[in-house]
């Protein structure tokens, strides 16, 4: 069986909304949705998913402990993440709840289109599960272009483990990718554990801990990954991040140069906003209605009216900034 899947906890409970309401928009109500859970905050999607018999909330325990103790291992190899996020010995690693999504790996679905919970649904998905006939990985974004919130560019390790012609190809955003069932077995999990014990570990990234990992996973381990803004024609891709400005609504749905968006991602823009917007304060940042609109498909009368001025969604200052770097939030686009 074939899915979707996301990460979510009721810290992200509107756009998680929302981005159950684009799928059910562009797929219909019969497309299955598996929830990982960030972590034990989860009361009010429960809730929020108890008349939506296509939607689960995972409650594998096992899954997601043998998870957690991968990455937990995998991080254990690096040898300075603890030091630089400033972590005592009893403390654990940064934003350690974004490896669940990994569960995809041993979750319901044979197949997964997995997409981080800040996106929205727009275009046809069967592109995307046709192409895992032949690739394990597919993804559809340019991370590519921005190799620093992948890997430590700085280590001299890096084109000695990946060549360059490999970095510019393969690498991706954590965010929407497509994948396959027990693509990593725990004999795969223990290897690529030794590879990074044997000094690999230098490579990754700990200020984006997931995405990094999930990369060095796949690229270690030889899967193919394919990734559609490289392979389609160029009057053909889109972008996919609210960093474009240039994309064109029509019926809800995004455009760029008259081709629909698969998925709209917005990326660096925390979930606080999205809260605030929900509760009707008039903070403007990009494609914000489209977020609204889907946000309240299902209750457009509870939808916030703004009669005052919007307040400019201001980009992060040079204090957030470093802190979006250390949260791994990369701004991509075309």
Not at 188 to 217: F, H, V
Not at 227 to 250: A, D, I, M, Y
């Amino acid at each position: 069986m074939d899915g979707i899947c996301t990460l979510a906890n009721d810290c992200v409970y509107d756009q998680l909304i929302a981005l159950l309401n684009s799928i059910e928009a562009v797929l219909g109500l019969d497309t299955p949705v598996c929830i990982y859970p960030y972590d034990d905050n989860i009361e009010q999607i429960a809730g929020a998913i108890a008349n939506r018999p296509n939607v689960q909330l995972y409650r594998d325990r096992d899954s997601m402990q043998k998870w957690d103790s991968f990455a937990r291992s995998a991080w254990d190899t690096h040898p300075t993440a603890r030091q630089r996020l400033g972590l005592e010995d009893n403390k654990g690693y940064h934003r350690f709840g974004t490896h669940r999504r990994y569960c995809a790996f041993d979750g319901p679905f044979d197949r997964f289109l997995y997409m981080d919970a800040d996106t929205l649904l727009m275009g046809a998905i069967a592109p995307i599960f046709a192409q895992l006939k032949q690739n394990d990985c597919i993804v559809y974004d340019f991370q590519y272009k921005d190799l620093t919130h992948v890997y430590e560019v700085s280590s001299s390790k890096l084109t000695e483990v990946f060549s360059s012609e490999r970095l510019r190809a393969e690498i991706f955003c954590s965010g929407f990718y497509a994948s396959k069932k027990d693509l990593f077995d725990e004999e795969k999990r223990n290897w690529l554990l030794d590879c990074l014990r044997s000094g690999e570990a230098e490579i990754l990234y700990p200020m984006a801990p997931d995405q990094t990992l999930i990369n060095y996973m796949m690229m270690r381990s030889h899967c193919s990954i394919y990734n559609f803004s490289l392979e389609l024609p160029k009057e053909q891709r889109t972008g996919c991040s609210v960093t474009s400005k240039h994309f064109q609504e029509r019926d809800n749905l995004l455009y760029d140069k008259g081709n629909c968006l698969t998925y709209l991602h917005y990326i660096g823009i925390s979930s606080y906003f999205f809260k605030q917007v929900c509760v009707g304060e008039n903070i403007e940042f990009p494609y914000r209605d489209i977020f609204l609109y889907y946000r309240y498909l299902h209750e457009p009368e509870q939808r916030p009216i703004f009669d005052n001025k919007p307040k400019p969604y201001q980009k992060p200052s040079s204090f957030a900034n470093k802190l979006f770097k250390k949260l791994g939030l990369s701004v991509e686009g075309k």
